[in-house]
């Protein structure tokens, strides 16, 4: 088996074992669990927590001290088994607690991959930048089938249903409980990955040729000096700000399509039998969005292209919130999944060509962790604690209704502003660098 088939194949296990659960998980905690807005927000704030420092010292572990594909299948075989206890877990404060060291486990998992993919690719004298994208969009692809997988087999069957009657057994024995099977599906792809990646190419330690290296340097945090930009720092606020917008979209997007059954002539409708396979067209979408960003930045360039995401997340928050399982409503349901990818990558994309065009080559790499530490970190802290808090405190019922169309009105709102603020504040002017990053890009 050539490598580019085995790093593909690590690609789609990859993002398949989290796509099993993180949109489908506000489902689980609002309508099985019965949790509060305060208790379900705290809960997934665990990715932005262990965003915020686990990548980096993992990172120095696998610079120092550990191969790195028997880190990256350590991680993973640790992962399974977490999740395998989480589908047994009732309890909000004991499922945070429990679902943060899976977290802590899996987010240094989503950087050690392409550290993976990069090392290996290069070891066999690959174009990187031409041959990892194809590897990369098949990670897309494992969380588009996670997402069907679920949505089609967790509320049906047992995972180990060979039949009813030994699944009915197996399901007994185990203590499963149905609505729980997203936890097992990704837990048993997360030690199949993690035996998988040991028989990968060793990549073993790197030593550092500058001995003088310190510990803050290792971690990247002289990024941090970048906060002196004005510009840099401006452009890192707005990341965080933005990156609680992506939060909410995986936090409630299934959940607010599966409320519809609370309507009784919306019950049986396809938006609440196939909610998660509805919200994977976003998904499909950043698929095919990711093909359009060279002539977007070529056509507007980068301050534009950023313009247009914030736009499309009013777009994607604004469509859900009129959005119904029939009629006008289902299209606007449909046309909020597109315009997700353009919202996710367009920011992520000609955000990283911002960084890499506007900082010192030295500390390239840190202010690229710096970038995402902003986003997936601190914006994933802020926009599940303050939403969840919001939802609770404003928009939801005494019996457990939730008044969505108000909820994506503020979010939405909330899109427009922090949109109107970059477009007077960012002040950034089109470069010679930036050109020939994207005609990188471009080929």
Not at 184 to 189: H, L, R, S
Not at 430 to 438: D, F, G, K, L
Request: hydrophobic content about 50%.
């Amino acid at each position: 088996m050539n490598i580019k088939l085995r790093l593909t194949i690590m690609s789609f296990m990859q993002f398949f074992v989290w796509g099993a659960w993180l949109t489908t998980l506000g489902t689980y905690g609002f309508d099985i669990k019965k949790w509060s807005g305060e208790e379900f927000g705290a809960v997934f704030s665990t990715l932005g927590i262990a965003a915020i420092f686990m990548p980096a010292l993992m990172g120095v572990i696998a610079d120092k001290w550990l191969n790195l594909e028997r880190l990256y299948g350590i991680l993973h075989i640790i992962y399974g088994f977490v999740l395998f206890y989480l589908a047994n877990t009732t309890e909000p404060t004991t499922f945070f607690w429990v679902l943060l060291l899976a977290m802590c486990c899996y987010m240094p998992t989503l950087s050690l991959s392409n550290s993976l993919s990069y090392t290996l690719l290069k070891r066999s004298n690959y174009d990187v930048i031409k041959v990892f994208p194809p590897i990369r969009v098949w990670g897309t692809v494992g969380f588009i089938v996670a997402m069907w997988f679920t949505n089609l087999f967790s509320d049906v069957y047992s995972p180990w249903d060979f039949g009813k009657q030994i699944g009915q057994a197996i399901s007994d024995f185990t203590g499963n409980h149905i609505n729980s099977n997203q936890f097992y599906f990704a837990g048993v792809g997360s030690i199949f990955l993690g035996i998988y990646s040991f028989f990968l190419p060793k990549c073993e330690p790197q030593k550092s040729s500058e001995k003088s290296t310190s510990f803050t340097k290792r971690l990247g945090l002289d990024a941090f000096k970048l906060f002196g930009n004005y510009n840099i720092a401006l452009f890192f606020i707005f990341s965080m700000l933005l990156g609680a917008s992506l939060q909410l979209t995986n936090m409630y997007g299934d959940t607010f399509l599966k409320d519809f059954k609370n309507i009784p002539e919306y019950a049986d409708s396809i938006v609440v039998r196939y909610s998660t396979i509805i919200i994977s067209i976003s998904q499909v979408s950043e698929t095919l969005f990711i093909l359009a960003i060279p002539f977007f930045l070529r056509k507007f360039g980068i301050k534009k292209v950023m313009l247009i995401s914030m736009f499309a997340w009013f777009l994607r928050f604004g469509l859900f919130a009129i959005g119904a399982p029939t009629g006008f409503g289902l299209l606007a349901i449909v046309l909020s999944n597109v315009v997700y990818g353009m919202a996710f990558d367009f920011f992520n994309i000609s955000g990283s060509l911002f960084v890499e065009t506007s900082t010192d080559s030295k500390i390239r790499s840190s202010a690229q962790g710096l970038f995402m530490m902003m986003t997936n970190g601190f914006g994933s802290i802020i926009g599940s604690s303050l939403s969840g808090f919001i939802i609770g405190k404003y928009f939801t019922f005494g019996n457990g209704f939730k008044n969505w169309e108000g909820i994506w009105f503020v979010f939405a709102i909330y899109a427009l502003i922090i949109t109107i603020f970059f477009a007077l504040m960012f002040k950034h002017k089109h470069t010679r660098a930036e050109e020939e990053a994207i005609n990188k890009i471009s080929h």
